[in-house]
């Protein structure tokens, strides 16, 4: 079973940075899936796609307003993805998900393409 473990949330101002992480366990391998971060928002309940990686290429795609700021990476031999995210602003504020998929799996920015998923880590951006 895949296991997905998430650290690095936190309280930041406007305008600062932080860095998620994302453990996976319980593959040999992950260089045949993709990991995905998504996000929810206080009081929404769609869970927002940010942006994907493939694991084997390293090859990135973002939703729009995370270009530029948001940059998702990966270290193979940790089997650990990460999210650095500057120039945080308050409507980032949420509640941030990683989640892994086969990459032979449609909809790299589809929730429902994506079987497992990591517990949730806070982000929470003062104004």
């Known amino acids: 079973q895949v296991q997905l473990v998430e650290s690095g949330g936190g309280l930041v101002q406007a305008g600062g940075s932080l860095r998620l992480s994302c453990t996976a366990s319980?593959?040999?391998?992950?260089?045949?899936?993709?990991m995905a971060w998504f996000r929810q928002a206080p009081g929404k309940e769609e869970r927002e796609f940010v942006g994907?990686?493939?694991?084997?290429?390293?090859?990135?795609y973002y939703v729009d307003h995370v270009k530029g700021r948001f940059t998702i990476s990966r270290d193979a031999a940790k089997n650990t993805g990460y999210l650095q995210m500057n120039s945080l602003q308050p409507e980032d504020t949420a509640v941030y998900y990683c989640?892994?998929?086969?990459?032979?799996?449609?909809?790299?920015?589809?929730?429902?393409?994506?079987?497992?998923w990591g517990q949730g880590t806070q982000v929470t951006v003062s104004s």
């Open positions: 319980g593959r040999s391998t992950f260089s045949n899936y993709d």
């Open positions: 989640a892994v998929k086969g990459n032979w799996r449609a909809g790299y920015n589809a929730r429902d393409s994506y079987d497992y």
């Open positions: 994907v990686i493939g694991w084997s290429g390293g090859r990135t």
